[in-house]
């Protein structure tokens, strides 16, 4: 039996999962799982490192876990032609790339932003500087006591 068939053996027997979960956690058919564990083909490219991973640190297995359950994949509607994020228009590509980058790294951080936060960000584009803290309070103070129509 080859080494990677035993390492996947280890991995499913070692976290007391199933082919079934092993393989929905490394994006693959149950069939594939099956394959390498009968070491009738063996895993290439980036499979080959997560089951090496996996067999040597249960750290990769508790953050594969927690991607797994987080159903919610973080997307930002915009567009790279007309410079637009979430519909809201930015003067020039570096405004636009500065602003997307931003917010992208923010949403990592569990930051859902609003059509309002993306107008705000472009305002401080608009300004050539950034906003001060007293000024974004400001912006969102006035924007929530604006009541609904």
Same mark, same amino acid.
């Given at each position: 039996?080859?080494r990677?068939?035993?390492?996947i053996k280890f991995?499913?027997?070692?976290y007391?999962?199933?082919?079934?979960?092993?393989?929905?956690?490394?994006? /693959?058919?149950?069939?594939t799982?099956q394959h390498w564990?009968?070491a009738d &083909?063996?895993?290439?490219?980036?499979?080959?490192?997560? $089951?090496?991973l996996?067999a =040597? #640190?249960?750290? /990769?297995f508790t953050?594969?876990?927690?991607?797994?359950?987080?159903?919610?994949?973080? &997307?930002l509607?915009?567009?790279?032609?007309?410079?637009? $994020?979430?519909?809201?228009? %930015?003067? =020039?590509?570096?405004? &636009?790339?500065a602003?997307?980058d931003?917010? $992208?790294?923010?949403?990592y951080?569990? %930051?859902?932003?609003?059509?309002?936060?993306?107008?705000?960000a472009?305002?401080?584009?608009?300004?050539g500087?950034?906003?001060?803290?007293?000024? $974004?309070?400001?912006?969102? =103070?006035?924007?929530?006591s604006v009541? #609904?129509?």
């Open positions: 039996m080859s990677t068939a035993q390492n991995i499913r027997q070692h007391g999962i199933s082919q079934r979960r092993l393989a929905s956690l490394l994006s /693959v058919s149950v069939r799982v564990e009968q &083909y063996a895993p290439s490219g980036p499979a080959v490192k997560l $089951i090496q996996l =040597n #640190n249960d750290a /990769v953050e594969l876990i927690s991607i797994e359950e987080d159903e919610a994949i973080m &997307y509607e915009h567009d790279d032609q007309a410079f637009t $994020i979430m519909g809201v228009p %930015f003067r =020039n590509e570096a405004e &636009y790339r602003t997307l931003a917010t $992208i790294s923010n949403m951080e569990g %930051f859902e932003p609003t059509v309002a936060d993306i107008e705000l472009r305002e401080a584009d608009d300004l500087r950034p906003l001060t803290g007293a000024e $974004i309070l400001a912006k969102i =103070n006035a924007r929530n009541p #609904n129509k």
